[in-house]
């Protein structure tokens, strides 16, 4: 494990621990981790929310979404996609994704796939703000779960591809600024 990945494992895993600590479930939990862009918040919040963009960014890591149903830029819409995750694992599912402009915060609850094997309730939600000092964002991604059973593993094993994803979107977005 590289030292960027072995830091979002420990910051996550302080961030569990202190969730057990106060009579959280084993089978209920969140992780959280953040990650400084170079890019500005408003563009890499963009980036993200439009479906069609995120593929052509980590192309090798996602093939294009379908919309199932609405419009993919509309809070509420439903769409269908695969994946391939840092370890190669490749994967499925079907979300609905809600968003506020506001906030620049998306949020993906899973419906069906391959998720849906282990987890009852899978809920990602990107956050982007902007750094203090005016240059840059800090990218927050948190995934809110509830385990399927006690053999359900915690989802630490996403972490490695969202940081992957999240460097290789702010690569493409300021190189093509």
């Known amino acids: 494990m590289d030292s960027v990945s072995a830091a979002l494992v420990f910051h996550s895993s302080i961030y569990l621990c202190a969730m057990a600590h106060h009579g959280v479930s084993g089978l209920v939990g969140k992780i959280v981790t953040e990650l400084e862009v170079n890019c500005n918040a408003d563009e890499f919040y963009k980036i993200l929310k439009r479906d069609e963009d995120v593929p052509r960014a980590v192309s090798d890591l996602f093939p294009p979404v ?38 620049r915060t998306l949020r993906h609850r899973e419906l069906e796939g391959d998720l849906m094997k282990d987890y009852k309730k899978f809920d990602s939600i990107i956050e982007v703000n902007p750094k203090p000092n005016g240059h840059g964002s800090i990218v927050t991604w948190s995934i809110e779960y509830e385990k399927m059973n006690e ?19 702010d690569s493409h977005l300021c190189l093509s600024e």
Do not use: R
């Open 66 to 103: 379908k919309i199932a149903k609405g419009d993919g830029l509309v809070s509420g819409c439903i769409k269908e996609w695969d994946c391939v995750l840092a370890d190669g694992k490749a994967m499925s599912g079907k979300e609905e994704t809600t968003h506020n402009d506001e906030t």
């Open 151 to 169: 053999d359900s593993p915690a989802p630490f094993a996403y972490l490695a591809s969202f940081h992957q994803n999240v460097v290789e979107v």
